[in-house]
């Protein structure tokens, strides 16, 4: 706690900023990562910064793949190859609407 509340007098609240997810939010709803967040912000709370690192290493990869989505593209980019590799074995044949050869709606 600072001797002088220095962001209180100067009317700004940089530690908002730091976490975007702690923000205000439009019409007054949770971001979507903020469960995450919580989690990960609570874990850490007066433990210091190196047992923090350690010791909340969980609850900061899943919030990190909440913003970043980053196991999912991976995934979904695996999924997508699989799908070209058994299309040019015929193995697999798409779906018509898949590949844009619908008949037109009224």
């Not at 979507?32 to 967040?37: G, R």
């Not at 007066?46 to 999912?72: H, P, S, V, W």
């Not at 980019?77 to 044949?93: F, H, P, S, V």
Request: aromatic share 8%; with cysteine.
């Amino acid at each position: 706690m600072p001797f002088w509340g220095l962001q209180k007098q100067l009317g700004i609240d940089v530690d908002s900023w730091l976490v975007r997810q702690s923000m205000p939010q439009p019409y007054g709803q949770a971001a979507a990562c903020h469960a995450f967040e919580r989690e990960w912000v609570e874990c850490g709370h007066g433990l210091g910064q190196i047992r923090a690192r350690r010791e909340c290493q969980l609850e900061y990869e899943d919030f990190m793949e909440c913003m970043n989505r980053t196991k999912m593209a991976q995934r979904l980019r695996t999924i997508l190859e699989q799908r070209d590799r058994m299309i040019k074995q015929g193995k697999y044949t798409p779906p018509e609407h898949h590949m844009g050869k619908e008949e037109p709606r009224p």
